[in-house]
């Protein structure tokens, strides 16, 4: 936790207003940190279903630093926590006008939307003026855990009641295996609950001398 | 027993759906008892989230930002509303997330225009690309043998469906012989047993034909001119041995001379003009591409 306080410093040194900070966590879980650095919000998401630019199946392509136009669905205006996320997100994302690392034309659109309390990202080509577009660039999906007052730290603002740690998630995994005996005991025991008690008592016998009429068996099958 | 109690306890509280909720939402513990939501788990600090908002906030012009926020653009007919689409329908939320960003595009590139700024990259606007060239080429490279396995199982498709119709005529054709062979017959045999006094029945055999139209002939069935010389020449593993002996009979040979090779004046051989009539013997443009419709 004190390794983050360290962020702040470098990037008080190197003057940048903004961090994204990824963390890979015993190399299964990507976290991403997103932070206004002096002392502004800082929100972690875990970063889900990574699909990176080299995938064959992305054919997009848009050159190296121009200026991403930002696409935001419309639900990130209806709650206070998407709306500081989106302009966080906005600060971020978007590349300042002339800036000397950046390049003139219009070619790519970042889209950000939120499905199933999640933010999906992906990355797009604008192969026409008219709309047609092609993917480039990385897809993932961040799902937010906490938003910090304070950058890399600080009081909690939001915590996402919808968030389940991928270590809780391997955990319910794995005791699913377990359930399954327990589950079967106590079916067969509320079976034998609700089977009841024989109403009167029959004689097995009975049934040894009973003849079936040719017509009753033909019906039968 | 503990298994009695647990279960006598939570089937009277709980139902089975909500049991399978509680799963999915993960707040299932082991045991099968359902864990409610603690007050300290989910903090909402409304104002607090707006007061930083104000804060962080920076009224930059439009052109710094460019953001634009937008609901999907086109009315697809299999976009419904957004409410209805489940999350795990890849097509449609990719659709949903393809249309957003098609309206932003939409709505973008002409307010760009207006401030009078180029959109579009020259086509001999080079500069670093995101991705290198390199992997481009393997990315068409792909696309490409994407195109060639369709293509591919296109044509085996329909070679299997020619090949089923082919044999079909080929079971007609072969049926049709037969009932000509058996007609054949019976009127051979009529006549023999003396129903019948004319000779009819030979004059319109249907096999009867030009002989250049009988592909089948003997002569069309040999190998071709350089397949024999060929054969002639290498066959039977070259039979060099023999081949040349100084005798008699092969001194008084003349099968291999010809004339026209160098006893000719040149500009001898050729067809010579041809005459006003042979125009007639090729059929023309109309009649060769019917013929090859109809071949088909």
């Known amino acids: 936790k004190d390794q983050l306080f360290v962020i702040n410093e470098m990037c008080e040194m190197r003057n940048c207003s903004k961090c994204i900070y990824l963390e890979a966590k015993k190399k299964q879980d990507l976290y991403m940190w997103l932070s206004n650095v002096p002392r502004g919000p800082s929100a972690k998401f875990l970063v889900e279903n990574l699909h990176t630019m080299s995938e064959l199946k992305m054919t997009g392509n848009c050159l190296k630093g121009s200026r991403p136009l930002l696409s935001f669905d419309q639900e990130f205006d209806k709650e206070a926590h998407w709306s500081l996320i989106k302009e966080l997100l906005i600060q971020t994302f978007s590349t300042p006008n002339h800036h000397p690392k950046s390049q003139p034309f219009f070619d790519h659109v970042y889209t950000f939307s939120i499905a199933d309390n999640r933010i999906w990202f992906r990355n797009y080509q604008i192969l026409e003026e008219d709309g047609s577009l092609a993917e480039i660039g990385p897809r993932f999906v961040l799902n937010p855990i906490r938003i910090f007052e304070g950058s890399f730290g600080g009081p909690t603002l939001f915590q996402n009641p919808h968030y389940v740690s991928p270590n809780d998630l391997r955990h319910l995994m794995r005791k699913r295996g377990a359930q399954k005996y327990m589950s079967r005991i106590q079916a067969k025991k509320s079976l034998e609950m609700r089977r009841g008690q024989p109403s009167y008592e029959t004689d097995p016998t009975d049934d040894v001398f009973v003849t079936i009429r040719p017509e009753d068996a033909e019906e039968d099958s | ?296």
């Open chain 2, 1 to 296: 027993m503990d298994l009695d109690e647990s279960f006598s306890s939570e089937s009277s509280v709980d139902s089975d759906e909500e049991l399978q909720e509680a799963f999915a939402a993960g707040k299932l513990r082991p045991g099968l008892n359902l864990e409610l939501p603690a007050s300290s788990k989910t903090i909402n600090n409304t104002a607090g989230l707006n007061q930083t908002l104000l804060t962080i906030k920076k009224n930059l012009p439009w052109l710094e930002r460019l953001d634009v926020t937008s609901k999907p653009a086109t009315t697809h007919k299999d976009l419904i509303s957004q409410s209805e689409t489940d999350v795990h329908d890849d097509f449609k939320r990719e659709l949903r997330f393809y249309c957003q960003a098609q309206a932003t595009v939409l709505e973008a590139i002409p307010r760009l225009h207006s401030m009078s700024i180029p959109t579009k990259r020259p086509e001999d606007f080079f500069a670093q690309m995101a991705k290198s060239d390199d992997h481009m080429k393997r990315v068409r490279e792909k696309l490409v043998e994407k195109q060639t396995a369709i293509e591919r199982s296109e044509k085996a498709k329909k070679l299997r469906e020619l090949r089923k119709y082919g044999k079909k005529v080929q079971i007609e054709v072969i049926q049709k012989r037969q009932k000509e062979k058996k007609e054949m017959l019976d009127a051979v045999k009529k006549y023999r047993k003396g129903q019948k006094d004319k000779l009819d029945f030979l004059e319109n055999l249907p096999g009867e034909k030009k002989n250049s139209q009988n592909k089948k002939s003997a002569d069309n069935l040999r190998p071709n001119k350089k397949r024999e010389f060929k054969n002639k020449k290498f066959g039977f593993g070259g039979q060099k041995k023999r081949s040349k002996m100084n005798t008699k009979s092969s001194a008084l040979d003349m099968s291999e001379f010809n004339p026209n090779i160098n006893q000719k004046k040149p500009g001898k051989t050729g067809k010579g003009k041809p005459k006003p009539g042979n125009k007639n013997k090729r059929p023309g443009k109309a009649r060769r591409q019917k013929a090859k419709s109809r071949k088909k």
